[in-house]
């Protein structure tokens, strides 16, 4: 069974050096464990949305939970799905910097990320919007 998972954090002591290895782990143990998704960086706000098993997504989103690299971690959406929406990416990365602010403006009250007011339905439509345009990067894929 597939689930989707998406949730919000604030960064905390995060430079682009540990930035990196957190993508590098990422895609290794991702690929290993069948999860796809894509993480959002800006601003000092972390999004991710996670796809794959129950259990492979529980455990994961539960070791990520404990990381020291981010605080208020929020559950923005949690659901069981048919089929993967970000099955190209074992953890695809958006560059915020080209996103175009009306794809911002289309979910949220103001042009910023902010994900602790976004519903969860607006996170995975804003999710697929960066995918459609092309702003997620995957280096090494
Ligand atoms: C925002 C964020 C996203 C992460 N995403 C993943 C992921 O998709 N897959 C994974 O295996 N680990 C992920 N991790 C966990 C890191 O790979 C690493 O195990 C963790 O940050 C180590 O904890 P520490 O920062 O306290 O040293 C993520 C961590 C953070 C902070």
Redesign the pocket.
Known sequence: MLVRLIYA?R?SG?DGE?LS??MK??????AA?G?T?V?V?SDGI?M?V?EGGRDEVSA?YN??A?????RDVVLLDYEEISERRFAGWS?GQANLSRLNPGVLLKYSERAVLDPYKLGGQAAVALFEELVQTAVIACPGQ
């Open positions: 954090s960064a995060i540990k290895a957190i782990a990422s895609r290794t143990h991702n464990a999860i998704g993480l960086f972390f991710q996670l994961l070791r990520i404990q990381s020291r690299s981010h953890m």
